[in-house]
């Protein structure tokens, strides 16, 4: 660390401006509060974990000079320090998926990389690929016979779509002709290995690339019978879920979710004569958002399905009457006997369907009237809609974890301004057994810690609530000024405001700096209703801006220090696109924005996450929105940050924005960081550098400071990560959750 004579020499630097905001102080607490504040909660839990077989589950908590594990025993209420005798495991006891299909991403016949043969579930026959067709062999033989014959090089069976009924009489698969192999070629300027550089190019789908065609079959595998199931019923597939038979054999099903998301059908396939019928679709004027529900915060879905008596009846997600919700149907008909759960309010995920006491256990948004609707709370409810029951009630943001027995469950809730409180509880009566811990953030308040502020204001429409928080620097004096920076990520797949208890977030290392740092939940995003998410439809380009002004303007008209003269705005990836949009579509209202990693035109995005709210096929919609198209628009003071190894947002993206801008001879800053993926400047090696560049960035050109001439320190001051600083994986809290855990938990949800 820097020394006192040292800092008074770098002061002498800084012109007397800088006495006020955007200070060497303000750098140096910036820098270190982190790392200051990390450790100041005592008692604070982790996640707990079941121990397979057993009532016992452990858990890890925050202690002063580091942490312990807590070891409790449900069935005895002993709860003590966890010690070498105790043998830690895990546990399944999480809830499954159920019988449903239903997911996301790629599915049906593309993305496996194992390659082992499906072996029958009577354990005699292994089934594998043999030139592009199915073939059949016993276990343990070298050799055995094709059952398929239809096979090609363009247009094959892939093995990891088949699935063995379960007598071991029949196998189902799919047949996939490839659509479009577009590739993303890169050179690594700077390799480490050598001087010069080199190249490589990944598989990239792009809107409006013809995709892979699957087409489903089945085989009475003795005498090689094949059956192709007519596709009138899904001639447009963006995907088909993974074959799933029932249990009697009659049949099997899948789920269609076709090209342009306005469908999605479930379908079951007769296997005595091939015939496909419909079981439930599901429409919209809109998008049909087909992941799998569940209960994140940054990513989400609506689509559920569990069948009940082997397909005779099934629960499905639906938002047909403008929210999710519960519906039974019948399995013979496709009609819906009633609607299980209903309400202006969410279902975010079934937790478990008990089908032998005829209950869900789900958890839900929105239903507590007086509480963010954006809080996750549990409930038990029969099969017929009565009986619901609150197995949480706390005002806060509820994580619940079941035993493997569902007969106790630990229910852990917070808020940004609350510490954590863990309990033990029954299932049955949702009594508290015992309070397992209540953390203690009285050390974090003596440090100047002050939690973020809830702020909400009207939307648009004037009647619906927009959420929000708002971080002032520790050395806030109201009877000054601030400019306001906005934390923005717009995705429609999920909501973005934080609303757990943290000791620190990167927003707060920003305002040191003296700054107003807020971050806001505009329509478009999810965890609402049908109508608030639908604002994204074909209009990316909104990214909630009409409810952001809108809450700034109620937070200056409340706040004096608030000061909307003075707005800039930051984000990565889709934050990337939304912030350069901000000055590009509201350039009276943002003044200055950093972009990291812009997927700035949706045309040159990928495939499954732009067609989702910007529909199929492409249309005008796609240059409404685009920042390249609208570049000529741009008033404001811009840095675009991109790595140059982007693999998930194509680079190109942020080179053709630079482009349309230069061909409209419009002033900007850019910075490409060579080597680095999708995360550069915000996570991994560059984070530091990106951190300073960010903060230097806003200094300048909103509190009109000059900034430490960086390139005459100690390298030790030069680097943000000095102090702690808000690179690597601490350093997330700066743009919330990272896109890589975002796109693993949309893979995670493919069945």
Not at 382 to 411: C, E, I, M, Q, R
Request: contains cysteine; hydrophobic residues 40%; charged residues 20%.
């Amino acid at each position: 660390m820097i020394n006192i004579r040292q800092l008074a020499t770098l002061v002498l630097l800084l012109p007397a401006a800088a006495f006020a905001q955007g200070t060497m102080a303000d750098y140096q607490r910036a820098q270190a509060v982190q790392k200051r504040w990390s450790s100041l909660v005592v008692n604070s839990p982790d996640a707990p974990v079941w121990i397979d077989g057993t009532s016992k589950f452990w858990y890890r908590k925050t202690v002063k000079g580091g942490s312990e594990v807590v070891v409790v025993d449900a069935a005895t209420l002993e709860k003590r320090p966890a010690t070498g005798a105790d043998t830690i495991g895990t546990s399944g006891g999480r809830g499954g998926r159920g019988g449903g299909g239903g997911g996301g991403g790629s599915g049906g016949g593309r993305g496996a990389v194992a390659e082992l043969p499906r072996i029958s579930p009577d354990g005699k026959l292994a089934a594998y690929i043999d030139n592009f067709n199915i073939a059949v062999k016993p276990v343990g033989a070298a050799e055995g016979v094709r059952i398929s014959a239809d096979g090609s090089e363009g247009n094959a069976y892939t093995l990891n779509s088949v699935v063995w009924s379960p007598n071991s009489r029949m196998i189902a698969a799919y047949r996939v002709r490839p659509g479009y192999r577009r590739m993303v070629r890169y050179v690594e300027s700077s390799p480490a290995d050598q001087l010069q550089p080199k190249t490589f190019e990944r598989y990239y789908q792009k809107p409006g690339d013809v995709l892979d065609f699957q087409q489903p079959s089945f085989f009475d595998v003795a005498t090689k019978r094949e059956t192709v199931v007519d596709n009138a019923l899904f001639p447009n597939p963006y995907d088909l879920s993974r074959i799933e038979w029932r249990k009697d054999n009659r049949a099997f099903t899948f789920e269609y979710n076709q090209r342009g998301h306005q469908v999605y059908t479930a379908i079951e396939v007769d296997a005595s004569n091939g015939h496909a019928r419909s079981l439930m679709t599901e429409t919209s004027k809109t998008f049909v958002d087909y992941r799998r529900a569940n209960v994140g915060l940054a990513d989400s879905g609506r689509q559920f399905r569990f069948d009940l008596d082997d397909g005779r009846q099934f629960i499905w997600m639906s938002e047909r009457d403008g929210w999710a919700h519960l519906y039974m149907v019948d399995g013979a008909t496709g009609a819906i006997d009633y609607q299980i759960t209903k309400g202006n309010w969410l279902v975010r995920a079934v937790q478990r369907v008990d089908e032998v006491n005829k209950q869900i256990i789900f958890a839900a948004g929105g239903m507590v009237a007086k509480q963010d609707p954006y809080f996750v709370q549990y409930y038990r409810i029969n099969f017929d809609g009565t009986g619901l029951t609150p197995l949480t009630d706390a005002d806060g943001y509820h994580t619940v974890t079941f035993s493997a027995d569902y007969k106790y469950y630990v229910d852990t809730w917070s808020r940004v301004d609350l510490a954590p409180v863990m309990q033990l509880r029954q299932t049955s009566d949702a009594k508290v057994i015992i309070d397992l811990e209540k953390a203690d953030a009285t050390g974090l308040g003596k440090a100047g810690w002050r939690a973020p502020e809830v702020f909400v204001a009207k939307g648009r429409d004037g009647t619906t609530d927009i959420w929000g928080v708002i971080i002032r620097p520790t050395n806030f004096d109201p009877k000054k000024t601030y400019p306001v920076i906005e934390n923005i990520y717009a995705g429609p797949q999920g909501s973005f405001v934080p609303k757990t208890f943290s000791p620190w977030v990167g927003m707060q290392s920003i305002a040191e700096l003296g700054f107003i740092v807020v971050q806001i939940d505009g329509m478009g995003t999810a965890h609402r209703s049908k109508a608030f998410h639908d604002v994204a439809w074909k209009n990316l380009g909104d990214a909630g801006f009409p409810d952001r002004i809108l809450w700034h303007k109620a937070a200056a008209a409340k706040y004096p220090w608030y000061d909307i003269s003075r707005v800039g705005i930051y984000g990565g990836s889709a934050g990337g696109q939304n912030s350069l949009g901000a000055l590009l579509f509201h350039p009276e209202f943002y003044k200055a924005a950093v972009s990291f990693a812009g997927c700035h035109d949706n045309r040159m995005d990928k495939v499954w996450w732009n067609e989702l709210w910007m529909g199929w096929p492409i249309d005008a919609s796609y240059e409404t929105s685009s920042n390249m198209v609208n570049a000529d628009k741009l008033q404001g003071k811009l840095l675009l940050v991109w790595g140059e190894l982007d693999t998930n947002v194509d680079p190109s993206s942020s080179m053709q924005v630079v482009n349309a801008l230069i061909k409209n001879n419009k002033s900007f800053d850019m910075m490409i960081m060579p080597g680095e993926d999708h995360p550069a400047g915000r996570r991994g090696p560059s984070a530091p550098y990106g951190d300073r560049k960010l903060w230097d960035f806003f200094v300048h050109n909103l509190l009109g400071v000059e900034t430490p001439r960086w390139n005459t320190l100690p390298n030790g001051m030069r680097n943000a990560a000095d102090g702690a600083g808000t690179g690597g994986d601490l350093g997330a809290g700066m743009f919330g959750p990272s896109w890589e855990s975002i796109r693993e938990s949309w893979n995670a949800a493919r069945p």
